[in-house]
């Protein structure tokens, strides 16, 4: 797994404890960051489990 999508999620989990995601549009931005990152990595480990992308 790569340490770096883990610490993004901390600095997340942080930035959301902090009060810095106030209007729900914020931290709809955030979430979908943290949730393309996390795909990309499925994406590169685990090739095989995801359907062939259509072209």
Known sequence: MN?????R???F???LQA???DHPFDLAVALEALTN???DEV???YPHLLPPKSS
Not at 3 to 7: E, G, H, P, Q, R
Request: with cysteine; aromatic share 20%; hydrophobic share 40%.
């Open 13 to 15: 989990y942080c930035q």
């Open 3 to 7: 340490n770096a999508l883990f610490v």
């Open 43 to 45: 994406e590169e480990l």
């Open 9 to 11: 999620i901390e600095c």
């Open 37 to 39: 990152s996390a795909w």
């Open 19 to 21: 009060g810095n995601y």
